[in-house]
């Protein structure tokens, strides 16, 4: 009865992230398209190369799983949570972070934004595709609620972090500006929602 009523608790929230899940894509495509055209698109051409590799090519699992395992290790301090955070944490993206600080800051090394963003694309995507499997293969549930409930969070966590390298690599994008626009409309259709079903 116990483990029913935590699936149900589970499709509630579900319902409560699809507005954080909306607003947070519309306010990051909102401001990636303000940013230099020819430099985001390789961001986009990253995203398109994974997606071509994985519908048509190989399967590539494997660095996705190799990255978990290394993400769950280093949270192994958090118990039982570690295992979680391997799904949550693209643990690629923080290497492209360091790999562009490391080249742009210390090795003075000049036009990498192009590389990075690139990889970036790829790196998300492959967190995305295969944490999306992984969550979707571990949930027992007839009702898919363990996945239906964490997929929306591990999708903001992750263009979070990429919003977070955005502002590193595009002096035009603020995280904190993308951030409240997030929050801005999150509550928005919170409220419009509100509006229609309670206000007559």
């Keep these: ?22 607003a947070c894509t519309e306010a990051f495509l909102q401001h990636s398209h303000d940013l230099p055209q020819g430099t985001i698109t390789y961001f ?3 995203v398109i190369v994974l997606l071509i590799v994985h519908l048509f090519l190989i399967e590539v699992e494997p660095v996705y799983q190799l990255g978990r395992r ?9 118990g039982p949570a570690a295992e979680t955070m391997g ?6 993206m923080v290497v492209a972070v360091i790999l562009y600080f490391g080249l742009k800051f210390f090795l003075k090394t000049s036009g990498v934004d192009d590389y990075i963003l690139f990889l970036a694309g790829i790196a998300i995507t492959l967190h995305m595709v295969y944490a999306s499997r992984d969550i979707r293969s571990n949930d027992t549930s007839g009702l898919s609620a ?10 903001v966590v992750n263009i979070l ?7 590193i690599v595009f002096k035009d994008f603020s995280f904190v500006g ?3 626009d997030f929050l801005s409309r999150s ?3 919170y409220t419009s929602i509100f509006r229609q079903l309670f206000v007559p």
């Design 1 to 22: 009865m116990k483990e029913k009523l935590f699936q149900l608790l589970k499709l509630i929230a579900f319902f409560f992230l699809i507005p954080i899940f909306i």
């Design 44 to 46: 986009w051409r990253g």
């Design 70 to 78: 290394i993400t769950s290790g280093l949270f192994r301090f958090t």
């Design 87 to 92: 799904s949550f944490f693209p643990i690629y």
């Design 146 to 155: 363990d996945y239906l409930f964490k997929i929306p969070l591990v999708y």
């Design 161 to 167: 972090i990429l919003a977070a390298l955005f502002e």
């Design 178 to 180: 993308f951030t409240k």
């Design 187 to 189: 509550g928005e259709i």
